[in-house]
Protein backbone atom coordinates (compact mmCIF):
# COMPACT_ATOMS: atom_id res chain seq x y z
CA UNK A 1 0.00 0.00 0.00
CA UNK A 2 1.85 3.23 -0.90
CA UNK A 3 -1.17 5.66 -0.19
CA UNK A 4 -0.33 8.12 2.65
CA UNK A 5 -2.65 7.05 5.64
CA UNK A 6 -4.62 10.19 6.54
CA UNK A 7 -6.66 8.25 9.48
CA UNK A 8 -8.02 5.16 11.43
CA UNK A 9 -11.85 5.05 9.12
CA UNK A 10 -13.20 6.55 6.49
CA UNK A 11 -14.10 9.50 8.33
CA UNK A 12 -10.94 10.99 8.38
CA UNK A 13 -10.10 11.47 4.85
CA UNK A 14 -13.80 11.55 4.02
CA UNK A 15 -13.90 14.29 5.58
CA UNK A 16 -11.20 16.33 3.81
CA UNK A 17 -11.43 18.97 1.59
CA UNK A 18 -14.30 21.79 2.46
CA UNK A 19 -11.43 23.48 4.46
CA UNK A 20 -12.40 26.58 6.93
CA UNK A 21 -15.34 27.88 4.50
CA UNK A 22 -17.51 24.50 5.27
CA UNK A 23 -20.71 25.08 4.97
CA UNK A 24 -22.41 21.76 6.00
CA UNK A 25 -20.18 19.65 8.02
CA UNK A 26 -21.37 15.94 8.53
CA UNK A 27 -18.76 13.92 11.36
CA UNK A 28 -18.57 10.45 11.74
CA UNK A 29 -22.26 9.45 11.36
CA UNK A 30 -23.75 6.19 12.04
CA UNK A 31 -27.43 5.00 11.42
CA UNK A 32 -28.56 1.49 12.02
CA UNK A 33 -32.20 0.70 10.57
CA UNK A 34 -34.40 -1.84 12.80
CA UNK A 35 -36.23 -3.41 9.97
CA UNK A 36 -38.96 -6.18 10.23
CA UNK A 37 -37.53 -8.60 7.81
CA UNK A 38 -41.12 -10.12 6.85
CA UNK A 39 -44.45 -10.93 8.88
CA UNK A 40 -43.38 -13.95 10.45
CA UNK A 41 -40.14 -12.85 11.48
CA UNK A 42 -41.57 -9.76 13.19
CA UNK A 43 -44.28 -11.87 14.71
CA UNK A 44 -41.50 -13.88 16.36
CA UNK A 45 -39.69 -10.17 16.89
CA UNK A 46 -36.86 -10.75 14.64
CA UNK A 47 -35.55 -7.68 13.41
CA UNK A 48 -32.94 -7.43 10.59
CA UNK A 49 -30.23 -4.35 11.46
CA UNK A 50 -29.54 -2.23 8.65
CA UNK A 51 -25.92 -0.09 8.90
CA UNK A 52 -27.32 1.92 6.25
CA UNK A 53 -23.96 4.94 7.33
CA UNK A 54 -20.76 3.59 9.43
CA UNK A 55 -19.21 6.43 10.60
CA UNK A 56 -19.45 8.73 7.57
CA UNK A 57 -17.93 12.05 7.31
CA UNK A 58 -18.31 14.90 4.78
CA UNK A 59 -17.74 18.22 4.66
CA UNK A 60 -19.30 20.89 1.90
CA UNK A 61 -17.73 24.17 1.01
CA UNK A 62 -19.43 26.79 0.34
CA UNK A 63 -20.69 26.88 -3.07
CA UNK A 64 -19.09 23.81 -3.73
CA UNK A 65 -20.96 20.76 -5.53
CA UNK A 66 -20.23 17.62 -3.79
CA UNK A 67 -21.55 14.38 -5.96
CA UNK A 68 -22.73 11.19 -4.21
CA UNK A 69 -22.61 8.29 -6.26
CA UNK A 70 -23.06 4.45 -5.15
CA UNK A 71 -25.64 1.98 -6.24
CA UNK A 72 -29.33 1.26 -4.58
CA UNK A 73 -29.16 0.90 -1.02
CA UNK A 74 -25.49 2.47 -0.37
CA UNK A 75 -27.26 5.07 2.08
CA UNK A 76 -26.85 8.36 0.10
CA UNK A 77 -30.28 9.13 0.84
CA UNK A 78 -30.00 8.29 4.61
CA UNK A 79 -26.95 10.81 4.31
CA UNK A 80 -28.94 13.57 2.85
CA UNK A 81 -31.95 13.10 5.26
CA UNK A 82 -29.32 13.13 8.23
CA UNK A 83 -27.71 16.29 6.73
CA UNK A 84 -31.06 17.79 7.44
CA UNK A 85 -31.94 16.02 10.39
CA UNK A 86 -34.96 14.03 8.86
CA UNK A 87 -33.00 11.20 10.04
CA UNK A 88 -31.49 11.51 13.59
CA UNK A 89 -28.23 9.36 13.48
CA UNK A 90 -27.40 7.41 16.79
CA UNK A 91 -23.89 8.96 16.25
CA UNK A 92 -21.91 11.75 14.98
CA UNK A 93 -22.43 15.33 14.35
CA UNK A 94 -23.83 17.62 11.51
CA UNK A 95 -22.99 21.60 11.65
CA UNK A 96 -24.50 23.98 9.73
CA UNK A 97 -22.51 26.56 8.93
CA UNK A 98 -20.44 25.95 12.38
CA UNK A 99 -24.35 25.35 14.45
CA UNK A 100 -24.81 21.45 15.35
CA UNK A 101 -27.69 20.84 14.08
CA UNK A 102 -28.25 17.50 16.43
CA UNK A 103 -28.61 20.18 19.21
CA UNK A 104 -31.32 22.83 17.81
CA UNK A 105 -34.50 23.26 19.57
CA UNK A 106 -37.76 22.83 17.05
CA UNK A 107 -37.54 26.42 16.27
CA UNK A 108 -34.17 27.22 15.68
CA UNK A 109 -34.33 23.42 13.32
CA UNK A 110 -37.41 24.79 11.14
CA UNK A 111 -34.78 27.93 10.85
CA UNK A 112 -32.01 25.77 9.59
CA UNK A 113 -33.78 23.74 7.53
CA UNK A 114 -35.22 26.42 5.38
CA UNK A 115 -31.08 26.86 4.50
CA UNK A 116 -31.05 23.72 2.85
CA UNK A 117 -33.85 22.43 0.35
CA UNK A 118 -34.25 18.96 -1.20
CA UNK A 119 -35.22 17.98 -4.86
CA UNK A 120 -36.50 14.04 -5.35
CA UNK A 121 -36.80 11.78 -8.37
CA UNK A 122 -40.32 12.31 -8.05
CA UNK A 123 -41.74 15.84 -8.05
CA UNK A 124 -44.65 13.91 -7.28
CA UNK A 125 -43.58 13.73 -3.77
CA UNK A 126 -43.85 17.09 -3.26
CA UNK A 127 -46.18 18.67 -5.45
CA UNK A 128 -49.88 18.61 -4.27
CA UNK A 129 -52.05 16.78 -7.12
CA UNK A 130 -54.87 19.13 -6.37
CA UNK A 131 -52.76 22.61 -5.96
CA UNK A 132 -52.07 24.91 -8.67
CA UNK A 133 -48.00 25.51 -9.77
CA UNK A 134 -48.50 28.73 -8.87
CA UNK A 135 -49.55 28.11 -5.45
CA UNK A 136 -47.31 25.28 -4.91
CA UNK A 137 -44.00 27.48 -5.27
CA UNK A 138 -45.82 30.14 -3.39
CA UNK A 139 -46.45 28.16 0.00
CA UNK A 140 -42.95 27.39 1.29
CA UNK A 141 -42.16 31.21 0.35
CA UNK A 142 -45.91 32.06 3.02
CA UNK A 143 -44.92 29.72 5.44
CA UNK A 144 -41.54 30.97 6.22
CA UNK A 145 -42.89 34.89 5.52
CA UNK A 146 -40.77 35.77 2.70
CA UNK A 147 -43.32 37.15 0.67
CA UNK A 148 -46.35 39.31 1.09
CA UNK A 149 -49.85 37.97 -0.22
CA UNK A 150 -49.85 41.37 -2.70
CA UNK A 151 -46.17 39.93 -4.11
CA UNK A 152 -46.77 36.34 -4.10
CA UNK A 153 -47.81 37.12 -8.18
CA UNK A 154 -45.07 38.29 -9.03
CA UNK A 155 -42.62 36.05 -6.86
CA UNK A 156 -44.08 33.01 -8.58
CA UNK A 157 -43.70 34.42 -12.11
CA UNK A 158 -39.94 35.66 -11.07
CA UNK A 159 -39.10 31.76 -10.17
CA UNK A 160 -41.14 30.26 -13.15
CA UNK A 161 -38.75 32.36 -15.52
CA UNK A 162 -35.43 31.72 -13.21
CA UNK A 163 -36.33 27.51 -13.98
CA UNK A 164 -37.52 28.45 -17.62
CA UNK A 165 -40.76 27.79 -17.82
CA UNK A 166 -43.42 30.41 -19.20
CA UNK A 167 -45.90 32.27 -16.85
CA UNK A 168 -48.83 31.19 -18.10
CA UNK A 169 -47.75 27.71 -16.10
CA UNK A 170 -49.00 29.67 -12.83
CA UNK A 171 -52.77 28.34 -13.01
CA UNK A 172 -51.64 24.61 -14.27
CA UNK A 173 -52.28 21.51 -11.74
CA UNK A 174 -49.01 19.44 -12.13
CA UNK A 175 -50.71 16.43 -13.66
CA UNK A 176 -51.00 19.03 -16.52
CA UNK A 177 -47.01 19.49 -16.77
CA UNK A 178 -44.32 17.03 -18.43
CA UNK A 179 -41.90 15.17 -15.97
CA UNK A 180 -39.49 18.02 -17.04
CA UNK A 181 -41.75 20.88 -16.23
CA UNK A 182 -42.55 19.24 -13.48
CA UNK A 183 -39.26 18.93 -11.74
CA UNK A 184 -38.54 22.32 -13.04
CA UNK A 185 -41.58 23.26 -10.76
CA UNK A 186 -40.38 21.36 -8.00
CA UNK A 187 -36.97 23.31 -8.06
CA UNK A 188 -38.77 26.80 -8.39
CA UNK A 189 -40.52 25.28 -5.14
CA UNK A 190 -37.16 24.95 -3.39
CA UNK A 191 -35.54 27.79 -4.56
CA UNK A 192 -38.76 29.81 -3.43
CA UNK A 193 -37.12 29.79 0.60
CA UNK A 194 -33.62 30.99 -0.82
CA UNK A 195 -31.89 28.22 0.35
CA UNK A 196 -28.49 28.38 0.53
CA UNK A 197 -27.94 23.85 0.54
CA UNK A 198 -29.58 22.60 -2.68
CA UNK A 199 -29.79 18.55 -2.09
CA UNK A 200 -31.03 16.87 -5.60
CA UNK A 201 -31.91 13.49 -4.64
CA UNK A 202 -32.10 11.44 -7.98
CA UNK A 203 -33.47 14.38 -8.95
CA UNK A 204 -32.69 13.59 -13.10
CA UNK A 205 -32.96 10.24 -12.75
CA UNK A 206 -36.03 9.15 -13.60
CA UNK A 207 -36.11 11.49 -16.98
CA UNK A 208 -35.52 10.84 -20.49
CA UNK A 209 -32.01 11.51 -21.43
CA UNK A 210 -32.15 14.17 -23.70
CA UNK A 211 -34.55 15.87 -20.50
CA UNK A 212 -32.14 15.33 -18.06
CA UNK A 213 -29.19 17.01 -19.40
CA UNK A 214 -31.50 20.27 -19.76
CA UNK A 215 -32.07 19.66 -16.17
CA UNK A 216 -28.61 18.97 -15.53
CA UNK A 217 -28.01 22.34 -17.34
CA UNK A 218 -30.27 24.08 -15.30
CA UNK A 219 -29.00 23.11 -11.27
CA UNK A 220 -25.67 24.43 -13.24
CA UNK A 221 -27.11 27.58 -14.18
CA UNK A 222 -28.64 27.85 -11.06
CA UNK A 223 -25.92 26.98 -8.78
CA UNK A 224 -23.29 29.53 -10.54
CA UNK A 225 -26.45 32.54 -10.92
CA UNK A 226 -27.33 31.80 -6.79
CA UNK A 227 -24.37 30.60 -5.81
CA UNK A 228 -25.85 27.70 -4.19
CA UNK A 229 -24.19 24.72 -2.49
CA UNK A 230 -25.11 21.80 -3.73
CA UNK A 231 -24.92 17.79 -2.60
CA UNK A 232 -26.00 15.77 -5.38
CA UNK A 233 -27.00 12.59 -5.73
CA UNK A 234 -27.14 9.51 -8.22
CA UNK A 235 -26.44 6.31 -9.00
CA UNK A 236 -25.13 7.65 -12.33
CA UNK A 237 -21.60 8.44 -12.85
CA UNK A 238 -21.87 10.61 -15.92
CA UNK A 239 -24.49 12.23 -14.53
CA UNK A 240 -22.31 13.58 -11.32
CA UNK A 241 -18.87 13.70 -13.70
CA UNK A 242 -20.53 16.73 -15.31
CA UNK A 243 -21.66 18.78 -12.66
CA UNK A 244 -19.52 17.95 -8.95
CA UNK A 245 -16.48 19.78 -8.02
CA UNK A 246 -15.73 16.45 -5.87
CA UNK A 247 -17.35 12.88 -5.70
CA UNK A 248 -18.04 10.63 -2.87
CA UNK A 249 -18.48 7.28 -4.12
CA UNK A 250 -20.70 5.48 -1.05
CA UNK A 251 -20.56 1.68 -0.87
CA UNK A 252 -22.78 -0.10 1.98
CA UNK A 253 -23.04 3.09 4.48
CA UNK A 254 -19.62 4.01 4.35
CA UNK A 255 -17.59 6.47 1.76
CA UNK A 256 -15.27 4.50 0.35
CA UNK A 257 -13.67 7.03 -1.82
CA UNK A 258 -13.72 10.68 -2.43
CA UNK A 259 -11.77 13.05 -5.24
CA UNK A 260 -12.25 15.27 -8.14
CA UNK A 261 -14.58 13.40 -10.85
CA UNK A 262 -11.17 13.98 -13.25
CA UNK A 263 -9.08 12.26 -10.92
CA UNK A 264 -11.46 9.81 -9.75
CA UNK A 265 -12.89 8.87 -13.35
CA UNK A 266 -9.49 8.47 -14.86
CA UNK A 267 -7.84 6.77 -12.49
CA UNK A 268 -9.98 5.34 -9.41
CA UNK A 269 -8.23 3.75 -6.77
CA UNK A 270 -10.96 2.38 -5.53
CA UNK A 271 -11.98 -1.04 -6.96
CA UNK A 272 -15.68 -0.39 -6.31
CA UNK A 273 -15.47 2.33 -8.52
CA UNK A 274 -13.08 1.51 -10.99
CA UNK A 275 -16.17 -1.38 -10.88
CA UNK A 276 -19.26 1.52 -11.10
CA UNK A 277 -17.05 2.93 -14.02
CA UNK A 278 -16.57 0.37 -16.21
CA UNK A 279 -20.17 -0.85 -15.39
CA UNK A 280 -21.83 1.77 -17.19
CA UNK A 281 -23.91 0.23 -19.73
CA UNK A 282 -24.25 1.89 -23.59
CA UNK A 283 -23.83 5.44 -22.61
CA UNK A 284 -24.99 5.81 -26.12
CA UNK A 285 -27.98 3.93 -25.77
CA UNK A 286 -31.58 6.37 -24.85
CA UNK A 287 -33.14 5.32 -21.51
CA UNK A 288 -29.77 3.57 -20.54
CA UNK A 289 -30.46 1.77 -17.25
CA UNK A 290 -27.83 2.59 -15.08
CA UNK A 291 -24.93 0.73 -13.68
CA UNK A 292 -26.38 -1.14 -10.95
CA UNK A 293 -27.27 -4.21 -10.25
CA UNK A 294 -31.06 -5.66 -9.30
CA UNK A 295 -31.92 -4.97 -6.15
CA UNK A 296 -31.98 -8.35 -5.12
CA UNK A 297 -28.21 -9.00 -5.90
CA UNK A 298 -27.17 -6.01 -3.78
CA UNK A 299 -26.04 -6.63 -0.28
CA UNK A 300 -26.81 -4.86 2.52
CA UNK A 301 -24.64 -3.95 5.76
CA UNK A 302 -24.80 -6.78 7.77
CA UNK A 303 -23.51 -5.88 11.31
CA UNK A 304 -20.62 -9.00 11.14
CA UNK A 305 -17.07 -9.14 10.40
CA UNK A 306 -14.28 -6.08 10.88
CA UNK A 307 -13.07 -6.58 7.55
CA UNK A 308 -13.80 -4.53 4.07
CA UNK A 309 -17.36 -4.39 3.27
CA UNK A 310 -16.48 -5.04 -0.34
CA UNK A 311 -14.51 -7.88 0.19
CA UNK A 312 -16.61 -10.48 -1.25
CA UNK A 313 -17.16 -8.97 -4.86
CA UNK A 314 -13.83 -7.53 -4.95
CA UNK A 315 -11.44 -8.97 -7.46
CA UNK A 316 -8.52 -7.91 -6.11
CA UNK A 317 -9.46 -9.37 -2.11
CA UNK A 318 -6.57 -10.67 0.35
CA UNK A 319 -6.63 -12.02 3.42
CA UNK A 320 -6.14 -8.52 5.18
CA UNK A 321 -9.20 -6.93 3.36
CA UNK A 322 -11.21 -10.18 5.56
CA UNK A 323 -9.55 -9.13 9.00
CA UNK A 324 -8.99 -5.61 9.17
CA UNK A 325 -11.43 -2.59 7.70
CA UNK A 326 -9.31 -0.50 5.93
CA UNK A 327 -8.43 2.72 6.69
CA UNK A 328 -8.83 5.57 4.36
CA UNK A 329 -5.61 6.87 2.64
CA UNK A 330 -4.51 9.54 0.05
CA UNK A 331 -4.35 8.15 -3.25
CA UNK A 332 -3.25 11.46 -4.79
CA UNK A 333 -3.58 15.17 -4.40
CA UNK A 334 -7.20 15.53 -3.01
CA UNK A 335 -7.61 11.92 -4.10
CA UNK A 336 -8.96 9.26 -0.87
CA UNK A 337 -10.22 5.50 -0.99
CA UNK A 338 -10.50 3.35 1.57
CA UNK A 339 -8.92 0.08 0.11
CA UNK A 340 -5.83 -2.23 1.63
CA UNK A 341 -4.92 -1.99 -2.23
CA UNK A 342 -6.06 1.85 -2.89
CA UNK A 343 -3.08 3.62 -4.07
CA UNK A 344 -0.84 0.52 -6.24
CA UNK A 345 -1.14 2.64 -9.42
CA UNK A 346 -3.19 2.69 -12.31
CA UNK A 347 -2.30 -0.80 -13.78
CA UNK A 348 -4.40 -2.15 -10.06
CA UNK A 349 -7.53 0.18 -11.46
CA UNK A 350 -7.01 -1.31 -14.89
CA UNK A 351 -6.40 -4.64 -13.90
CA UNK A 352 -9.69 -4.38 -11.66
CA UNK A 353 -11.80 -2.75 -14.30
CA UNK A 354 -11.08 -5.61 -16.79
CA UNK A 355 -11.88 -8.36 -13.78
CA UNK A 356 -14.79 -6.95 -13.18
CA UNK A 357 -16.28 -6.38 -17.07
CA UNK A 358 -15.24 -9.70 -17.92
CA UNK A 359 -17.22 -10.65 -14.30
CA UNK A 360 -20.41 -8.42 -15.92
CA UNK A 361 -19.92 -9.94 -19.06
CA UNK A 362 -20.48 -14.13 -17.62
P1 LIG B 1 -29.66 4.84 -1.33
O1 LIG B 1 -30.29 6.20 -1.28
O2 LIG B 1 -28.18 4.88 -1.58
O3 LIG B 1 -30.36 3.93 -2.28
P2 LIG B 1 -30.75 4.54 1.34
O4 LIG B 1 -30.09 5.59 2.15
O5 LIG B 1 -32.12 4.81 0.87
O6 LIG B 1 -29.80 4.16 0.12
O7 LIG B 1 -30.79 3.19 2.16
C1 LIG B 1 -29.64 2.62 2.79
C2 LIG B 1 -30.07 1.35 3.49
O8 LIG B 1 -30.90 1.68 4.59
C3 LIG B 1 -30.88 0.39 2.62
O9 LIG B 1 -30.52 -0.93 2.94
C4 LIG B 1 -32.29 0.71 3.01
O10 LIG B 1 -33.12 -0.41 2.82
C5 LIG B 1 -32.16 1.05 4.48
N1 LIG B 1 -33.16 2.01 4.95
C6 LIG B 1 -33.28 3.30 4.55
N2 LIG B 1 -34.28 3.91 5.19
C7 LIG B 1 -34.83 2.97 6.04
C8 LIG B 1 -35.89 2.98 6.99
N3 LIG B 1 -36.60 4.08 7.21
N4 LIG B 1 -36.16 1.83 7.66
C9 LIG B 1 -35.43 0.72 7.45
N5 LIG B 1 -34.41 0.64 6.58
C10 LIG B 1 -34.09 1.75 5.87
MG1 LIG C 1 -31.81 7.01 -2.47
Known amino acids: MSGRAVGGGTSAAAGVGGGEDA ?43 VALVGESGSGKSTLARVAMRLVEPDEGRVLLDGQDLLAMDRPSLIAARRRIQMVFQDPYSSLNP ?39 LAGRLPRELSGGQRQRVAIARALAVKPEVLVADEAVSALDVSVQAQILNLFETLRDELHLTMLFISHQLPVVAHVADRVAVMYLGRIVELG ?103
Open 260 to 362: APEDLFTHPAHPYTAGLIQAQPGRHRRNSKPATRRHSDIPTAELTGRGCSYRDRCPLATQICHDTQPPTVSVGSEQYAACHHAGEGSAAAQETASALSSCTAN
Open 130 to 168: RRTVGYAIAEPARVHRLVSKREQATYVQQLLERVGLPGR
Open 23 to 65: LLRIEGVSKTFIAASGLRSAKRGDREQVRALDDVSLTVARHET
